[in-house]
């Protein structure tokens, strides 16, 4: 799927928010050139390094170009400027205000480009009291109230950095819609996608138990706040996970297990009374989970169609049978000619994801031609 093919994209962007929007992009077929600083994106130095490369910087930078230009150096600014001037696409997660400063903001650019699309990825957003303000992924989850419903007792940050994910995810989504409303009007916008409103607006079922219940929701583990059975349970050997999210299931539950008088239970009756009673309920049933293995629950539970899965590791999750049926871990080569894997597109169109088309960029290894597209592009406007 290259439906983003002629697009070009100008990515001012660091370390994960902004450079995962930019690969969504590239990822549909969007050209996407990205302006580093001369010592490179600072996730260039995260491990895991194989030799010299890191493949954490290389997760979210396939499909791009990429230039080294100094901000500062007159020369690479108006460089900067040209880019911005013949793209259809800007994206950039420096704090509000650096990119006014140096004359590449939305105002600026509008004035060249009166059809630019400008997102603006940020802790806190363009505007408001928290606008100065920097965050990183674990600051957002703490600010956001992810925190505060992660984990079992002491406050836990959920392991995959949610808030700059689910940032990327909104701005390249709004992206997308931009583009076929500046096809319409050919009149360009500002997206203003902060980690905290996206980290909130994930939160739907969170927010919805605010607003009708005047509460916070609790901190449950792996529990759910609207249904039980359904979180991790203990078998004999270990954790599995079941979710008997419905009557059916849970009366499956009881049968499976030979409690069926679990259904009479007046406190059970109903999906809202066992969310309510949960830890009661959960360790009832635990009790007979520790009969048998886990392998053996997800066995019996999986084939009467109860919904239940194995707690994996993401070594197991990169073997998982489903991820290989998908293809969606795909080979590709390092800048340094080392042979990786990485997981690309989870999207599938017509049965098949998207392939990757280049691998993530050595520093500056496209700037040369970059700036030869700029060199031509200033002729063809003189």
């Known amino acids: 799927m290259q439906s983003l093919e002629g697009v070009r994209v100008v990515e001012f962007t660091n370390i994960l928010s902004g450079p995962y929007c930019g690969m969504l992009l590239s990822d549909m077929g969007a ?37 080294a230009m100094d901000l500062k150096s007159p020369t690479d600014l108006e460089i900067a400027r040209d880019l911005c001037a013949g793209a259809q696409v800007v994206i950039e997660n420096n704090r509000p205000g650096v990119m006014d400063r140096l004359g590449l903001g939305y105002k600026d650019i509008k004035k060249v480009n009166p059809a630019i699309i400008y997102c603006s990825i940020s802790a806190f957003g363009t505007e408001g009291p928290y606008a100065k303000r920097g965050g990183f992924d674990l600051v957002i989850q703490a600010e956001s109230g992810i925190m505060s419903v992660t984990g079992e007792e002491d406050p836990v940050k959920c392991g995959v950095p949610i808030s700059d994910v689910a940032t990327g995810l909104y701005g390249a989504f709004a992206i997308a819609a931009a583009l076929r409303e500046v096809e319409k009007t050919g009149k360009g916008v500002h997206i203003d996608a902060s980690m905290l409103g996206a980290s909130i607006g994930i939160a739907a079922l969170q927010t919805s138990e605010f607003f009708g219940t005047g509460t916070s929701a609790p901190r449950m583990g792996s529990r759910h706040p609207r249904n039980a059975p359904y979180q991790a349970f203990k078998a004999s050997d270990g954790y599995f996970a079941m979710a008997a999210g419905n009557d059916k299931l849970y009366a499956d539950v009881c049968r499976i297990i030979d409690r069926m008088d679990l259904l009479d239970r007046p406190e059970f009756k109903t999906t809202a009374l066992r969310a309510k009673n949960q830890y009661e309920l959960a360790e009832i049933v635990e009790q007979e989970f520790a009969k048998k293995t886990a392998a053996e629950w997800l066995d019996i539970f999986g084939a009467e169609g109860v919904p239940c899965g194995k707690i994996n590791s993401y070594k197991e999750a990169m073997s998982h049978p489903q991820v290989e049926h998908c293809g969606w871990v795909q080979p590709v080569t390092l800048p340094n000619g080392v042979e990786t894997k990485t997981f690309g597109s989870p999207l599938r169109f017509d049965h098949v994801s998207p392939k990757i088309q280049s691998a993530p960029p050595a520093l500056d290894s496209h700037g040369a031609e970059i700036r030869a597209e700029v060199a031509e592009w200033r002729k063809k406007r003189a």
């Open 31 to 67: 050209d996407v050139i990205k302006v580093e600083k001369p010592t490179g994106d600072d996730m260039r130095f995260w491990p895991p390094i194989t030799e010299g490369y890191s493949e954490n910087f290389g997760s979210v930078n396939r499909n791009k170009r990429s230039i």
